[in-house]
């Protein structure tokens, strides 16, 4: 985010609400910051996390990657609507 790279270790059990309220923490965002959070999958395209469903399924990735690749998780402003809240 914002040109900084961070390393923000997570327990697999924590919700996607938690992690964007540890995000929003770590990165001292403004109230009402949104952002956007994706992952490289296996083909390099990037997925978008938006819901719990969607973590699982980054979770799950990670989970099965090799140990010596660190799950990369981007944040970037949403462009959708800079207003809009981080839930």
């Known amino acids: 985010y914002e040109r900084e790279i961070r390393l923000v270790p997570v327990e697999r059990e924590l919700s996607y609400a938690a ?4 995000l929003a923490a770590q990165y ?6 949104q952002l956007r959070l994706q ?3 296996a083909e390099g395209d990037m997925i978008t996390v938006r819901s719990q469903t969607d973590w ?3 979770l ?5 990657a090799p ?5 990369k998780l981007f944040l970037a402003p949403s462009p959708a609507s800079p207003a809009a809240s981080l839930q």
Do not use: M
């Open 19 to 22: 992690l964007v309220a540890l």
């Open 28 to 33: 001292a965002l403004p109230p009402g910051a």
């Open 39 to 41: 992952y490289p999958d």
């Open 56 to 58: 699982e399924e980054a």
């Open 60 to 64: 799950a990735v990670a989970a099965a």
């Open 67 to 71: 140990v010596t690749a660190p799950f």
